[in-house]
């Protein structure tokens, strides 16, 4: 198989999360305005639940089938027969997920009262399992999955505009959002025949199960401290709070899922580097993957706590302003939520170390929950953005510790200076843009302007790898 750019993988993945900044920048003002801060709590604390019976029926699937497969995905005949056996126990483990989702909603009275919206939004389950984006993931075919995206998301975008007109509208939103996030699962079903047919098979599955087994606990324990301040904010505390952190929590996760893409587009290199033996290209690629994720990281926190207020009252209007200190909060929560998802997806998954990260995530999710209900009646959604950033820091401590023996001196402090030095000025001038008082849009595409100019101009001067490779490899 021909191995396609990384560069050109990685471009392409950005694009696509772009995108998903793009598109909600389009339809959070229009949502967050026409269904209230009630009805879109109600969305989301829907959305949270499902998120739990997505995981079962995920199984760490993902993460293990890039490892495995990635290693295999030369040879025909072994690559079909391992994607056989891991579609099948996806079926399998999504049967159990509906099942348990079904006995949830006959206990709990609480999320009895959201039935109607819940089965809707479950829909992504099933469609996320026929989809199998990891076979895509696996062959690197970033291109069909950035287009597939754009498609989904136009459509959802007129369907939006056509549909939703009043608070009421909130199921009719939710059928949408399944549209635009797992849509493109039904135009992966044909398309990935390309590389393999897939087939029910019950042989051979048990080899598969203890590693699918702590991967998918390490998972659970991984949303669980990720999702459980929603779900628990939906429990203690009003429709119209969870709405407004669940705004913060939005576009925290949409800037995170940016950064990752970097992360995620290298991981099928790096198993494919593993198990060829090239332990020096695969250590030299960590590298090179981490200092990039930093490149972008710090502005990005930088830019978000000095925007913070005129950022939530753009996207989603005054109502939403009050959220701002979650906001903050959850911004200094990227710099460990990045550095949790390099750590565990790019050293420990895929040098085997899964139990670590299960008892990382454990730890972190007692934790979170823990302070979940201690913190949140005090203070609100301010506690439950507090947690996350608590937990998300453990986590990395743990990740760092452990990766070590792997791949040391990971940071180069000479490009680490010109990240912060740039981050100085990014500061500077958001600053002094918010004292001279204009207009808050105005402010915005000022500030991220200069900044970014500014920015870019110190790394070139400083001669910052990353974007000096980045600028030779454009000319080329």
């Avoid at 033996?277 to 830019?303: H, N, Q, S, W």
């Avoid at 209007?317 to 390099?342: D, N, W």
């Amino acid at each position: 198989m021909k191995t396609k750019s990384l560069k050109i993988n990685t471009v392409l993945n950005v694009i696509k999360q772009l995108c998903s900044v793009l598109f909600p920048l389009i339809t959070i003002p229009y949502v967050t305005r026409i269904l209230q801060a009630t009805n879109y709590g109600k969305v989301n604390f829907g959305s949270s639940i499902v998120s739990y019976f997505t995981l079962i029926a995920a199984f760490g699937i993902t993460n293990y089938s890039i490892r495995e497969g990635g290693q295999i995905r030369n040879d025909k005949e072994k690559f079909a027969k391992f994607a056989n056996e891991i579609f099948t126990i996806n079926l399998l483990s999504t049967c159990i997920a509906y099942s348990g989702l079904i006995l949830v909603l006959f206990i709990s009275p609480k999320i009895r009262s959201y039935s109607i919206l819940i089965l809707i939004q479950s829909i992504t389950i099933i469609l996320s399992t026929l989809g199998a984006n990891w076979i895509n993931t696996i062959f690197e075919d970033y291109l069909f999955i950035t287009l597939r995206y754009i498609v989904m998301q136009v459509v959802s975008l007129v369907l939006l505009f056509l549909f939703v007109h009043t608070p009421d509208d909130y199921i009719i939103y939710a059928v949408i959002n399944i549209i635009a996030t797992a849509g493109g699962n039904l135009l992966n079903i044909p398309y990935i025949r390309k590389y393999v047919r897939l087939k029910l098979t019950f042989r051979d599955l048990k080899k598969h199960l203890v590693p699918l087994v702590l991967l998918f606990f390490n998972e659970v324990a991984f949303t669980i401290y990720v999702n459980s301040d929603i779900t628990i904010l939906g429990f203690l505390c009003t429709d119209k709070e969870v709405g407004i952190y669940s705004l913060s929590v939005k576009i925290y996760t949409v800037i995170k899922t940016i950064i990752n893409s970097i992360v995620v587009v290298s991981m099928p290199r790096m198993a494919s580097m593993l198990g060829n033996d090239c332990v020096d290209e695969y250590r030299k690629l960590c590298r090179k993957v981490f200092m990039a994720t930093l490149t972008i990281l710090i502005p990005a926190i930088i830019g978000m706590i000095s925007l913070s207020d005129k950022i939530l009252y753009v996207v989603a209007g005054r109502e939403y302003v009050v959220g701002k200190e979650s906001f903050c909060i959850l911004s200094l929560t990227l710099f460990f939520s990045v550095g949790v998802a390099f750590y565990g997806n790019c050293i420990l998954i895929i040098n085997r170390l899964e139990k670590i990260c299960l008892k990382a995530a454990c730890f972190s999710a007692l934790l979170n929950i823990v302070l979940n209900f201690i913190l949140i009646p005090f203070i609100g959604y301010n506690g439950a953005a507090l947690t996350t950033l608590l937990s998300e820091a453990v986590t990395a401590i743990i990740y760092m510790k452990y990766s070590k023996q792997f791949v040391n001196n990971i940071v180069d402090k000479k490009d680490l200076l010109s990240i912060l030095v740039g981050g100085i000025f990014i500061f500077i001038i958001c600053g002094v843009i918010a004292y001279m008082k204009m207009n808050t849009y105005l402010s915005i595409v000022l500030s991220i302007l200069f900044s970014g100019i500014v920015y870019f101009t110190i790394q070139v001067a400083l001669r910052n790898k990353i974007v000096v490779d980045f600028l030779q490899s454009f000319k080329r």
